[in-house]
Each structure stands twice: as structure tokens, then as C-alpha cells.
């Protein structure tokens, strides 16, 4: 039997096994399945700002503030590889973002001369707000933490692959059931299972803040080799984000709403962001059809707050991940370890 069980192999179950691994040797497993239920985590835009939320004006924006500044401090003590700091640049669209509208929200907005410290400049006199932040390129820094895990982990963690289907909750411990047949004993139980928590809810206890909860997928373009300069940089204009990651020279224009299937993402929307980069930055950005289109599943919760904390009995979670969801796992994962140890 397992003293532990973490279920996900995404940002919030490894960063929940790095701080339970540090502080625990018990035996502990690790199931997941990245061929049938592919991580969130993976196929993400990977921009990390605060975007002016401050403490003390609602209970979801102090979740906010405080997981922001707990990832901001773990990059500056690991300097993990995979993220970078960048500049935001939120501009004005004269349409919904209009100018009022930026200083009803943020109190002021300011003139954009240049993109610095882009070598971009707008193509006429623009307005916006400008933060500083991180970009998160998924592959370098999931590899980073799933070794830090597997080394923190020598002797007690072993990870299986492969999917849970079925969870018993017995008196003094839960049986976990995985498509291959196999049953697993663990005293304790962890979701880390983004999206998935929803798309399988029949195999856990029935519980609002699960059934109240929503898939929604996300699609965007990516293309590697652009040189835009050596500063990391996003833009951010009627819904849609330009992102530059100069270390990788990656270049993002998402994120979208889905409609339908997962393979039919929404190309229309996504040309209008990729004109609307191209007409802002007034530079020939690679054609879309050059791009390849990533998809993932997010999970939105009930009024977008994130979950993390006891299920039932002896099941644990962290899900709900939606908008700030690279961040929530940071405080989620130190404050679930310290309270189930
Ligand atoms: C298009 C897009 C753009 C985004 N942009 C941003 C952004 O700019 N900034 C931001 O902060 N957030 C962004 N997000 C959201 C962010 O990526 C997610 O909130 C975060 O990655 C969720 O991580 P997670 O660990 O909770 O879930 P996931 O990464 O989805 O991991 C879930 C894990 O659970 C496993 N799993 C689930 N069920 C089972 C089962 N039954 N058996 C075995 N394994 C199972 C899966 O295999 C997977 O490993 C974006 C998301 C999308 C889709």
C-alpha cells in the first residue's frame, strides 16, 4: 500500500510532489497518462503577469497576488530553465478597450511609444498599460521539474503510466482501479487532473465544486526560428496575445476559444490575431499557414476560482486551474503539502 497517491503529471502535481517529497520519505506513486489525457500544462501560452491585481478587492484576486509572488520568488531562487522574464504590453483597441476603459480598470493609461525593449515600434501613437512578468516554455521547464521530483523522490516515488478509471473509498484506504486492470491501495489521494477532474467525474465522489465545474478548450498558433530581437515580449490587443520568447525564438498568437472538436480550432479568430499583430507591430510576421495550431484543455471552476484542498475522506485536490493557472500551483502545492502531512 502507498502512503500517497498523486494522480497528474502536470505543473500543479509536480510542483505538489517537489514540496511533499521535500519534506516527506514516505512511499509515494504517481499515475498519469500523457498519451490518453495530454497535460494542460503542455500546450499552454505560458505568459505569467499580475496585470495590476492588487491584495484586499476580492478573495480570487488575492489568490492571485499571493500565488504570483510565489512563483516570481521560486524562478528567482531557481532560475529554472524555460522561463524568462519579459515585458507586457496591454494596448488599447479604441473598441472595447478604449482608453476610459483602461482607466476605469488600472486608474491610468499611458502613451506606447515603442515596444522597448523591443526594437518594435507601433506602427502610429498607441496607449495601453505595461507590467513586467515572466514567459513559461513548457517542454525545458516540465523536464526541470520532473527531474528535481525523480531526484527528491530516489527511493520513496515510483510513477506508473497509465489512466484511473475507477476510485473506492474504503474505511482505511482507497482502491484505485487503472485501464490495464491493475488495483492500487493508497492511504491517501491527490487529483492534480486539470480538465480531466471534469471529462471523468463519475469516477470520483460526487461533489459541487466538480460537477459545477467547466471544460474549456483553448487553441493557438505556434512558430519556432523568428527572430524579433533578444527581449521577451507579449502583446496583448482585443482578446488576443502575441507572445515573443527570444531565448527559444518562439512565437505564439492565441489564445482562442475552441469551438467544437479538438482538432477544429477556431482559424478564423485566429488569422484576425495574426493580422492584428502584423498591422500593430507594422512587420511581416511568417504566414499562418507556417504555424502550427497546439490545443488544451482547461478547466474553468465555479465563479473561476481555483480548488485546492480535501475532496472527501482522504481525497485530496488541486484543480480548477483557469486564468493564472501556471501560478496557482505554486501556493496550492506548498499550502495542500503542509496541511496533509
Ligand atoms: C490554450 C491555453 C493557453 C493558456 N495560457 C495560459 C497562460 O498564458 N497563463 C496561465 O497562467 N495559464 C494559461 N493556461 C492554463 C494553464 O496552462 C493551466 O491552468 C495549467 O497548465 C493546468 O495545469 P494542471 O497541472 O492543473 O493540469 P494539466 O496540465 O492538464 O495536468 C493534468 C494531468 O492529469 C493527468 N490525468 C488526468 N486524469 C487522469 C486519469 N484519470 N488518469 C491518469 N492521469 C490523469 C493528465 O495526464 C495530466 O498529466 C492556458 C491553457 C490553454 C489550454
Known sequence: ???????????????????????SPQKVLQIHAEDKALPCTQNTTGTIFLKGVEMGRSP???????SYHEAASFFKQHNPPGINSATLFYVCDGKKDTKAEFIRRFETVEPIDNFAPTPHRPSKQEW???????????????????????????GNLEIKEDLLVGVQNGSDHI?????????ITTKKLVLCTGAYTKLYQKIYPEIPVI???????????????????????VLARSGHNLIYHSEYKRLIIG?????????????????AAHQNFSDLLDVQLPP????????????????????????????YGIFSLYRNGLTFPFLAARELSESIL
Open 288 to 315: 499562418i499557414s507556417t504555424f502550427s495550431v497546439k490545443s488544451g484543455l482547461r478547466h474553468r471552476g465555479v465563479k473561476k476560482l481555483p480548488f485546492w484542498g480535501r475532496v472527501e475522506g482522504e481525497i
Open 128 to 154: 495601453g498599460k505595461t507590467w513586467d512578468g515572466f514567459v513559461l516554455n513548457s517542454t525545458p521547464f516540465r523536464e526541470y521539474l520532473d527531474k528535481t521530483k525523480r531526484d527528491l523522490g530516489q
Open 175 to 183: 482502491s484505485l482501479k487503472l485501464l490495464n486492470g491493475e488495483v
Open 1 to 23: 500500500m502507498y502512503d500517497l497517491t498523486v494522480i497528474g503529471d502536470g505543473i500543479a502535481a509536480n510542483l505538489f510532489l517537489i514540496e511533499y517529497l521535500k519534506k
Open 60 to 66: 480570487l484576486g488575492d489568490l492571485i497576488y499571493r
Open 211 to 233: 460537477a459545477n465545474s467547466k471544460i474549456i478548450p483553448g487553441s493557438y498558433l505556434e512558430t519556432e526560428n523568428v527572430d524579433l530581437g533578444e527581449s521577451t515580449f
Open 255 to 271: 489564445a482562442t476559444h475552441q469551438l467544437g472538436e479538438l482538432q477544429a480550432p477556431d482559424y478564423a479568430n485566429l488569422q
